[in-house]
């Protein structure tokens, strides 16, 4: 049954050049970030070092279990992408029309949102295991011996991050189904999460701005800690927050349950 | 006693203030080859998207082969709405796999279909690099994906040129005798007489009539006669079994004839019953003023 809509969806972009390019622009991005942010980090640390009184301790990334943290981190600054993707490939099945063929052949308006709901799943799945690998390829190169208690030690991160993703593009999924237009959509998400949200989270209290979406998924990962950071005598929270996580799972609930109650009701 | 393929109880749908569908009720037993006749915008496109679930009706209700309407039921019915619909990136071979999949048939249909379109040499190219007729084409082989049991129509030779016309109308035809019900909307009177058993008559969402095509689209061939005495006349006609049907109009006789007569032989019969006509002429009854007489006299 579900395989049956994996494969019905699965055709309608495995022979899509546009499908190809977005994703391993994507993906391709995420892993050159993830191999060369700490070179980057430390060249500006060593310029601005040299004229420093005190050495400035420089950047290690990579190694287990802080890789996972870090990267989760990293990564999510480009969920925006992915976004971009499932509402491109959402919006099309409108502007093309095919979501009335689709319906019209004899598949279940909640047939239809379920195998959309399973492109999210697996394109976040997609981007978690890039992760995955290139941490697990860059720790293993960095740690000087293999420990799995190590390796396994934060692996909590992992399924955050799929988390993050996964609400961010619930909410994505929300957009595209309700304004049906690629532009639109792209430009209302990005309206949202740069400038929208931003913006009320500054003038509410941060009691209850921790609580607007982005926000949310944004807290599930904080900001990794360095030697730099604690020299300054700042520390971060280097545990995956719970309350945040349950937040976005609240979330990614509504958004894709208001998708299921209004759609099936409306003219295709 | 078996259900009717499709039954339909008061329709309606309105968009905005403006009704598309008022109360329309329809029931089609199995194997009929049924016609919705309506000008533009007279509801026909609606009617056919509400009984496919794309669009919601206000009120009324459907059942598809006696029972609610699904989407597994869906899967039953074949169907090509307004303008052909595809992935415009994937080849027609690829779109129709996609359909294959929804209705969950298998793709050893898929060749044999493409062939029957005549688009076997072009089943490797992009939809988007189809000509419409292409297009409308390989609309119909989808339609006709899992052996339906129904098939819905919608402005089906549109865009073709007049030789796919004919070919279309004659595989629709082909079609219906093997026992296929098929639901066929048009706002070419010709093509629902040339095609249909029955047909429906909507205009601005009202049903203004219904029943067999040679009932309500009346083709026969009639005669008009005058004579200084109409009632001598028309005693005289009626005792001879060569007419179905007839009455005066605009001070003649209108007479339907059950077959073929040579209008001299009609003149000789009467001429040997003492009546001296003077008036006589062949018509055949314009389907097309029968058409818009029908949708005048709603305008009234």
């Not at chain 1, 409108?94 to 239809?112: L, P, W, Y």
């Not at chain 1, 509410?204 to 020299?231: F, G, R, W």
């Amino acid at each position: 049954m579900m395989l049956r809509l994996l494969k019905i969806d699965f055709r309608k972009y495995v022979y899509s050049k546009t499908f190809w390019v977005l994703i391993s622009m994507y993906l391709g991005l995420l892993v050159i970030v993830f191999f060369t942010v700490e070179k980057f980090l430390n060249s500006i640390v060593t310029d601005a070092g040299s004229n420093a009184p005190i050495p400035m301790p420089g950047f290690s990334l990579y190694t287990f279990p802080l890789v996972w943290h870090n990267l989760t981190f990293l990564g999510g600054f480009f969920k925006i992408f992915l976004a971009l993707i499932v509402m491109v490939f959402i919006t099309n099945e409108f502007t093309f029309r095919t979501v009335r063929q689709n319906v019209m052949n004899g598949m279940s308006r909640t047939d239809f949102l379920w195998s959309k709901i399973m492109f999210i799943f697996n394109l976040c799945l997609i981007s978690t295991l890039i992760l995955f690998l290139s941490g697990s390829i860059l720790g293993m190169m960095t740690s000087e011996q293999f420990l799995l208690t190590l390796f396994f030690q934060k692996i909590e991160f992992i399924p955050a991050y799929f988390l993050e993703l996964f609400t961010f593009c619930s909410m994505a999924f929300l957009i595209a189904f309700t304004l049906k237009r690629s532009g639109l959509s792209i430009g209302l998400l990005a309206f949202y999460y740069y400038i929208f949200e931003p913006s009320i989270s500054f003038m509410l209290p941060e009691k209850v701005s921790k609580y607007l979406p982005v926000e949310a998924m944004s807290n599930v990962i904080d900001v990794p800690n360095s030697a730099l950071m604690n020299m300054f005598g700042i520390n971060f929270r280097e545990y995956v927050s719970i309350p945040d996580a349950i937040t976005c799972l609240i979330y990614c609930f509504l958004f894709i349950g208001i998708v299921f109650l209004a759609h099936p009701k409306k003219d295709l | 006693m078996e259900s009717p393929v499709l039954e339909i109880n008061n329709l309606s749908k309105a968009y905005g203030g403006l009704k598309a569908l008022d109360q329309f009720s329809l029931k089609i037993p199995k194997g009929e080859i049924c016609g919705i006749l309506g000008p533009n915008g007279s509801g026909k496109t609606t009617t056919l998207g509400i009984l496919l679930d794309i669009i919601k009706s206000d009120s009324g209700e459907y059942y598809w082969f006696g029972q609610h309407p699904s989407d597994i039921l869906r899967r039953r019915i074949g169907a090509l709405l307004e303008a052909p619909i595809f992935y415009p990136y994937l080849s027609g071979v690829r779109n129709l796999k996609i359909i294959a999949d929804i209705k969950d048939c298998g793709y050893d249909q898929i060749d044999h279909l493409l062939d029957l379109v005549g688009l076997t040499s072009r089943k490797n190219s992009k939809y988007k690099t189809f000509s419409l007729g292409m297009k409308q084409r390989l609309a119909i082989a989808s339609a006709l994906m899992g052996d339906p049991e129904v098939l819905i129509l919608d402005e089906p030779t549109n865009g073709l040129d007049p030789k796919g016309i004919a070919e279309i109308r004659e595989l629709i035809l082909d079609i219906g005798k093997k026992g296929v019900t098929i639901l066929l909307a048009s706002h070419l009177l010709d093509e629902v007489q040339k095609v249909c058993t029955h047909v429906v008559i909507l205009d601005k969402g009202k049903k203004l009539g219904d029943g067999k095509v040679s009932q309500v689209l009346n083709d026969s061939p009639s005669v008009e006669l005058a004579a200084d005495n109409l009632d001598q006349l028309r005693s005289s006609l009626e005792e001879i079994s060569w007419f179905s049907e007839i009455r005066e109009e605009d001070g003649m006789l209108i007479a339907h004839l059950k077959q073929e007569i040579a209008p001299g032989e009609l003149n000789k019969f009467l001429v040997d019953q003492g009546i001296y006509l003077n008036h006589l002429a062949m018509r055949k009854q314009s389907l097309e003023k029968y058409f818009f007489n029908l949708l005048s006299g709603n305008d009234a």
